[in-house]
């Protein structure tokens, strides 16, 4: 059976003129770039061309580009380096519980052991933190603000320029994971006022296992604390034999996001509009989660009254989707996002993630909307689920 591949938050294909561009790195030119001949010289070309494709698609200098393993060692890498960077200044860090849980986790994993202390920011209905309120958290030994640009599962987008407004007044590095927002809307470190950005290879058609962490040498020159140490590679902020094939890949994949971004933005943004009419048209009492305006465009994050959430996943086997983020499949617990903005746990529970991508085309669009009303009206008869049983809320 064909599965329509939907769940483009969790993972993208890589596009074959990204694994076309690797190959050769692989069997033919694998030097290490550190080698001091022929080969390694040719290596490190190819690394330092990605460096600049990466630096250009965020405004940044290659120099303030720093190749990593993914967007999680990435974001590793900036909180514990700036926390051991700054720990004279203080420990304090601003955050907010919709974030992944490779921040989330890391944070109160540090909380635990006593190496910093979290404000967690409350976030409205759609998943957003105001600058206000990041203003109002600041404290004298606040030493990071870590704010996601684009959430994993609900898409809401947070107003990173002027949360970067309050935290370069204070003197206060602010730090974004844009894993989900690189090659899907614009991302510009100086519009943004970003201090450091944490962004991955596979989420934009590249390969598995490569990431990059912006940070920023200049108005400030950002401290960091290597967390990985022995060869000295990335000018002393990141050990380890740089991976040339990915790094390629990484390099071809996010300039080519980048540079189909606004046609595609607005392809996949008609789409996801056709997709989320289809369903409030023909599955009542349908809420969608997230900001209608500030949001990614290929997002879409629906709940569903009076069904139980795994049965609506496991309802619609021609479809690759998920309830939530990839990272907490095996969590049986209700979405953390979904929580806090709000959903009591059975809503939260009985949610899909759709994330639409370069292969969704308007068939399958049409194809999703009819399973998923299919599917709805097939779990509320067995569960004598009624009109009545709702409060009636849609939103």
């Not at 401290?223 to 390629?248: D, K, N």
């Not at 900001?291 to 465009?297: I, K, M, S």
């Not at 569903?304 to 939530?324: C, E, I, R």
Request: neutral net charge; contains cysteine.
């Amino acid at each position: 059976m064909h599965v329509h591949y939907l769940d483009h938050h969790a993972t993208t294909p890589v596009r074959e003129d990204v694994a076309s561009a690797m190959i050769p790195f692989l069997t033919k030119h694998f030097g290490n770039p550190g080698s001091p001949h022929a080969y390694g010289w040719a290596a490190e070309e190819v690394v330092e061309i990605a460096r600049e494709k990466v630096a250009r698609v965020l405004n940044a200098a290659p120099r303030e580009i720093v190749f990593t393993s993914g967007a999680t060692e990435a974001n590793d890498l900036a909180i514990r380096g700036v926390l051991a960077a700054y720990a004279a200044k203080g420990r304090h860090v601003i955050s907010a519980p919709t974030e992944h849980k490779a921040v989330r986790d890391l944070l109160r994993h540090l909380e635990n052991r006593g190496d910093c202390e979290v404000t967690w920011l409350a976030v409205d209905g759609a998943g957003r933190v105001s600058a206000d309120a990041v203003q109002a958290a600041l404290r004298p030994d606040t030493v990071l603000v870590t704010l996601m640009h684009a959430n994993n599962e609900i898409g809401t987008v947070h107003p990173l320029a002027e949360i970067g407004a309050v935290c370069k007044a204070a003197g206060v590095l602010l730090h974004t994971d844009a894993a989900q927002s690189v090659g899907k809307i614009p991302v510009d470190v100086e519009a943004l006022q970003v201090d450091l950005l944490s962004l991955s290879a596979h989420k934009v058609y590249g390969p598995k296992g490569v990431g990059a962490l912006f940070v920023r040498r200049r108005h400030p020159r950002v401290q960091l604390e290597p967390q990985l140490i022995g060869g000295g590679q990335e000018r002393g902020r990141r050990a380890g034999t740089l991976p040339v094939h990915q790094l390629v890949g990484l390099g071809v994949a996010v300039a080519l996001a980048d540079a189909d971004r606004a046609d595609e933005a607005s392809r996949l943004a008609t789409l996801r509009d056709r997709l989320e009419a289809g369903l409030r048209a023909q599955v009542p009492h349908l809420t969608v989660n997230g900001d209608r305006v500030n949001r990614l465009p290929h997002n879409l994050n629906v709940s569903v009254a009076g069904v139980p959430g795994d049965a609506l996943l496991t309802g619609l086997k021609g479809f690759a989707l998920s309830s939530g983020s990839a990272c907490a499949a095996g969590d049986r617990a209700p979405s953390h996002v979904l929580r806090a903005i709000g959903l009591d746990d059975d809503l939260a529970h009985a949610s899909l993630r759709f994330g639409l991508g370069r292969g969704t085309t308007t068939d399958i669009v049409d194809e999703a909307v009819a399973a998923v009303a299919a599917t709805v009206a097939r779990l509320r008869a067995e569960t004598g689920w009624t009109d009545a049983a709702s409060n009636g809320a849609t939103r």
